[in-house]
């Protein structure tokens, strides 16, 4: 019989140091404990590093961003508590430089352009509504798209985010028209046959929080025809 891999056995580390561990996301992980109860990533590397250096006790990871559940590519942890308020820091001034690669069904109105709306946030659908005006409690959102390659049936977009808000590029992409493949909440037809969306963290950049050196990682994409097709 085939040994079944656990969740550690399939992490997929793309980046790691004494301070920091850079993991490539798989879509259905959750990055931290929710009401569903599953395990998630965290506790997953947290299991990985106890393993792989044989320690005792508990293992310390500092959660520094997040990645929807059915979204995939780069995520960051800290090992120490001596990283994770400085990569909070990062993230938060928008110091990391994060890229994203998304299918959509539609070409975009252009094939270049900034998009800037106000996002509304309905915690009890969790969904984000798109608003081209200033609105009350909408939280500015700006991002900035081109059309990397036309797939037959489906385009590549690169996304580079200027502001970091909840379901940014799905409400965004969506509100042009073009919602992403596999994304029902956002007006996709249908649905992956894995209950991802077809949203890929491609690549992180920033200065490590310690060493002060350029870390620049990039995430393999999914297993799947089309994504391969993307190459």
Same mark, same amino acid.
């Given at each position: 019989?085939?040994?079944?891999?656990?969740?550690?056995?399939?992490?997929?580390?793309?980046?790691?140091?004494?301070?920091?561990?850079?993991?490539?996301?798989?879509?259905?992980?959750?990055?931290?404990?929710?009401?569903?109860?599953?395990?998630?990533?965290?506790?997953?590397?947290?299991?990985?590093?106890k393993e792989k250096y044989n320690k005792p006790g508990n293992v310390y990871l500092g959660v520094a961003h997040r990645l929807d559940?059915?979204?995939?590519?780069?995520?960051?942890?800290?090992?120490?508590?001596?990283?994770?308020?400085?990569?909070?820091?990062?993230?938060?001034?928008?110091?990391?430089?994060?890229?994203?690669?998304?299918?959509?069904?539609?070409?975009?109105?252009?094939?270049? =352009?900034?998009?800037?709306?106000? /996002?509304?946030?309905?915690?009890?659908? @969790?969904?984000?509504?798109? !608003?081209?005006? #200033?609105? +009350? =409690?909408?939280?500015?959102?700006? /991002?900035?798209?081109?059309?990397?390659? @036309?797939?037959?049936?489906? !385009?590549?977009? #690169?996304? +580079?985010?200027?502001t970091g808000r909840h379901h940014q590029i799905r409400s965004q992409l969506s509100s042009i028209g073009c919602p992403i493949k596999?994304?029902?909440?956002?007006?996709?037809?249908?649905?992956?046959?894995?209950?991802?969306?077809?949203?890929?963290?491609?690549?992180?950049?920033?200065?490590?929080?310690?060493?002060?050196?350029?870390?620049?990682?990039?995430?393999?994409?999914?297993?799947?025809p089309l994504w391969d097709a993307c190459l």
């Open positions: 019989m085939a040994k079944v891999l656990s969740n550690k056995d399939n992490l997929q580390v793309l980046y790691e140091d004494n301070h920091i561990i850079i993991i490539n996301k798989r879509a259905g992980d959750i990055v931290q404990g929710d009401k569903t109860g599953d395990e998630p990533l965290s506790e997953v590397v947290k299991s990985y590093i559940r059915p979204t995939t590519g780069v995520i960051v942890f800290s090992k120490t508590s001596k990283a994770l308020p400085r990569l909070n820091k990062l993230f938060a001034e928008k110091d990391a430089k994060k890229t994203y690669w998304a299918l959509v069904k539609q070409m975009p109105p252009k094939t270049e =352009d900034t998009l800037i709306h106000w /996002l509304k946030k309905n915690p009890k659908i @969790n969904k984000s509504t798109a !608003y081209t005006k #200033e609105i +009350a =409690d909408g939280k500015k959102a700006i /991002l900035h798209y081109k059309v990397l390659k @036309n797939l037959d049936n489906y !385009y590549l977009i #690169e996304v +580079a985010l200027e596999g994304d029902l909440k956002y007006g996709f037809d249908r649905s992956n046959p894995d209950a991802s969306i077809s949203l890929h963290a491609r690549s992180l950049s920033f200065v490590h929080p310690v060493s002060n050196e350029n870390i620049h990682v990039e995430a393999p994409l999914p297993s799947a």
